[in-house]
């Protein structure tokens, strides 16, 4: 009988002490993280606006702020992405329908909280949230690295950003490694 | 051996649709009041700089594709990955006119400032099916 | 001094077996649940955070819930049964040291000691973590009052929240130490007592 208790309470001991390592691995062994944001799901957008850089997620923004991209295409960040019609309502359409402002997830409706932009074409990394998210990432790291450039290639330290997975446990940066918060 | 000559086969077939393709295309643009057109022509208009709207930088289609476009490309702001122009590295480049017309449509804007003539683009079309 | 008496108002005692019920349905679904949730809370982290946010709710709703019932519990439940002053505390702990504790029916000095951190090591992380949930996820009750917080404070919260959740971690680990050292020397299972609610009758 006492032997039964020792042992269990060692069990629990043993399981609750295995919390605390490293997180990396080890976590990545057990535990599926969810989404974020909710993956890219339509065809169109992918391949049309994937086709030159990272297909941002719809909830990477507010509604409003995807209604002024869709509205000035022609100047699209210093490039002309004018769409045929039929595409652009499609893409129109489910961006607004996937935005920011009416997700269920906590962390992509946290990206519609802030003041408009006003005029200035929007960005994502200028979300309130992404630069809270983003704060401690020192600049060299990230513009004077010559293989990620830009905050804007999600995709180059965010291993898992194609899932709409953004957790700091995913995140490798080329020539530095993993992101030890 | 069976299986070998399945790829080959389909690799035939695959080459003479992204040739054939081209050859629709060129037609359009005869049909249009172009030509002839040449590779070379397509060639060396490829690396032509243009000033770009601002007056900041100059641009050029090697900008994002590369000169030999036989490797792959990247884009010039977001460093993403492009697939190479050559028909013989890419069959399926051309096989979709809609979408090369989009295609020259941003892409000539981008880089020259206004839409690309039949001609230009039938001396592109060249130069991507002779690489 | 041996102390532990038996009031027969207010525990059930089986006259077959010799034992008696110390801890109420109500306070065991209110241990094995705070104990839960923590688990999910500690392991989830930001990985699942819907989860970890709920895990955390619970938490302080649970505390909330034990906080009451210590009050107007019955009395193994009761504050008044077990939370002593620090001499008492460190008088018993020396005699656990010097393996001549007392047993205790309900809570012992120490054990008493250990709820009154663990609540309010717990508290204070999940209030924290409310703090960041508004001040770095901009999500939650808190986010109007925090999100406009600046990036350094919200992530110095963070930190902090990250601290305590650790804290609470070792005081866990402490606890079950505890546990198991007052097992062995009473001779008894204290884990299968917060399961059934029942322990030998009498000190000894």
Redesign the interface.
């Known amino acids: 009988m006492g032997i039964l208790s020792i042992a269990s309470i060692g069990a629990v001991m043993s399981s609750s002490e295995s919390d605390d390592h490293e997180h990396g691995s080890f976590r990545g062994a057990w535990l599926e993280s969810r989404a974020d944001v909710r993956p890219v799901d339509n065809e169109t957008y992918q391949s049309e606006c994937g086709g030159c850089h990272f297909a941002y997620q719809a909830g990477l923004l507010p509604g409003q702020d995807w209604q002024r991209i869709m509205d000035s295409l022609v100047e699209h960040y210093g490039d002309d992405a004018t769409l045929d019609e039929l595409q652009a309502t499609e893409i129109r359409g489910y961006l607004l329908d996937n935005a920011a402002d009416g997700s269920r997830l906590p962390r992509a409706r946290a990206f519609s909280v802030g003041s408009d932009t006003g005029d200035v074409l929007p960005r994502i990394t200028n979300r309130r949230y992404f630069q809270r998210e983003h704060y401690e990432i020192p600049k060299r790291v990230v513009r004077g690295n010559a293989e990620v450039g830009s905050f804007s290639n999600c995709q180059v330290c965010h291993s898992t950003a194609d899932a709409g997975i953004y957790n700091e446990h995913q995140v490798v940066i080329p020539g530095f490694g993993k992101w030890d918060d | 051996m069976k299986t070998n000559i399945t790829f080959a086969i389909a690799g035939v077939v695959a080459t003479s649709m992204a040739y054939g393709s081209a050859v629709n295309l060129i037609e359009g643009y005869r049909n249009a009041g172009a030509g002839p057109f040449s590779p070379d022509a397509g060639g060396s208009a490829w690396t032509q700089q243009h000033q770009s709207s601002s007056g900041v930088d100059t641009r050029s289609c090697s900008s994002c594709h590369g000169t030999d476009i036989t490797q792959p490309g990247r884009?010039v702001?977001?460093?993403?990955p492009i697939e190479p122009m050559a028909v013989s590295m890419s069959p399926a480049r051309l096989s979709d006119p809609k979408k090369v017309e989009?295609w020259f449509?941003?892409n000539c804007?981008?880089t020259l400032g206004r839409e690309c003539t039949p001609q230009e683009k039938g001396d592109f079309i060249q130069f991507m099916t002779s690489q | 001094m041996h102390e532990t008496i038996l009031h027969s108002h207010d525990t059930i005692h089986d006259p077959k077996s010799n034992m008696v019920r110390v801890w109420d349905p109500l306070l065991r679904l209110f241990h094995w649940s705070l104990a839960g949730s923590f688990a999910i809370a500690f392991v989830t982290e930001d990985d699942l955070l819907v989860l970890h946010v709920w895990a955390g709710y619970l938490i302080l709703g649970l505390i909330m819930i034990r906080v009451l019932w210590g009050f107007i519990g019955p009395r193994h439940a009761r504050w008044s049964d077990f939370v002593k002053e620090p001499a008492e505390i460190f008088t018993y702990l020396k005699a656990v040291i010097q393996s001549r504790a007392a047993r205790h029916l309900g809570h012992n000095p120490a054990g008493g000691a250990m709820v009154v951190a663990l609540m309010l090591s717990l508290t204070v992380t999940g209030l924290t973590g409310l703090a960041v949930y508004g001040a770095q996820e901009l999500s939650g009750p808190m986010a109007p009052l925090f999100s406009g917080l600046s990036e350094g404070w919200a992530h110095a919260l963070e930190d902090i929240h990250e601290v305590l959740a650790n804290l609470t971690l070792l005081l866990v680990l402490l606890h079950l130490v505890g546990v198991a050292l007052a097992s062995l020397q009473h001779r008894e299972n204290l884990v299968r007592a917060m399961v059934t609610g029942l322990k030998r009758s009498g000190t000894e």
Not at chain 2, 77 to 80: A, N, P, V, Y
Request: aromatic residues 10%.
């Open positions: 884009h702001r977001t460093g993403k989009k449509r941003r804007r981008w």
